[in-house]
């Protein structure tokens, strides 16, 4: 039986946040941009665009440095709702070609084309189209990696920057490979580098051809990995991050019927603050929420409403949906369930607030992306993120915000899949980022470009 090699695309955004502020306002188009604060302020470069990179301007690096280098450049004040919206866009166009895509970061996802060679072609006429179709609805440049395995692919994609389409095949582990600098590989961090430079490695041929024995003197138990790395074996899979719900919902069923007012409020509360903070795990912030009321006579009721604007904390779902149960007039009758559903979730709407968890969401990955270029010397620099940030340092996570109440009867009811928001973000307790999937922005949230 044939066994097509497995195709990978690593779709990896070029200066995301500076471009969708170029893609929002042409008259940036060009020039050099600087995302990450104000111009005099005391934050640190977020993202830049190409043109400020041609001046040495560079991720992590303080703005008054970045003003010494290009004082020409366009400052500007991170506006992390319209990165989320504009990384929802984009995902939902990765969907229109496989379901296979795990959201990486805020700004790179992973697309397995294995199954879709017959009906759009090879992977590289597949990245060439979603490149177009990239710059067509965003009006943003991305660099696509193609590869049979995770780690070939995010490589080939760092070589296609910006703008390129690359491949890596099983191939060119033991040719192109060999020239290239071991720091190109993802997971050698300065750090690591520095200590290979020691051993006289300094490409990744040196690094496949020494014996194993001498890395292992030196790296022990890393040895292995590094040796992976440097034939661009990866046993790493795509984990396919599932869709955005539509609705996200709680009910409970009461052990005994309820006739209570004050304990219908408190449930209701309860339910809401949990479906809130669903919500916002997912990155999403609602329009419209539902009050479901079932009586003892199993007559069920419902009401909703839909607002202007996006409802992102849990105090104001929980006051839309009270409103929603008095409208109800539910009166001394017998009620045997209740529930609150939040729905109509519109990214492009997502507002920010200064309570929002994205702020921390937006933190972390900053934190963390810093960290993975620049090594743990950089982590006292992103420590300074967060007073130059107001706001960022806000604490409430997402546990904090939930509220206890409810309890053990509740059960969450999610239709069309689960979560997703930050994917990097997925499964990172850093800085209160919770959030098993992460949308948006995987790799946690943040200011990855
Ligand atoms: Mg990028």
Redesign the pocket.
Known sequence: MFVPTRALLHV?????FAAVEQARRPELRGLPVVVGGERGGRGVVSTCSYEARAFGVRTAMPIGQAERLCPQAVFLPVDMGAYVAAHHRLVELFRSVTDLVEVVSI??ARLDVTGCRLLFGPPRAIARRLQEQVHDACGLGCSIGIGPNVLLAKLAAELAKPGGIGELAEADVRGRLRDLPVGELHGVGPVTQERLAALGLTTVGMLQDIPFAVLAAAFGRGAHGLRQLAFGRSVATLRRTPAAPKSIGHETTFAEDVNDAETLRRTLVALADRAAADARRHGLAPHTVTVKVRFSTFHTVTRRRTFGRPLATAPAVAAAALGLLDELAVGARWVRLLGVVVSSFRHGAFQLTLDDGWREVALAEAVDRVHRRYGSRALRLAGGLGGSAPGLSGGAGQAGDRGGGASDGLSAVASGGASVIAPAVAGRPVAGFGGGSAGGLAGSPVA??
């Open positions: 990896d955004m070029d200066a995301f700004d790179e990855r470009a």
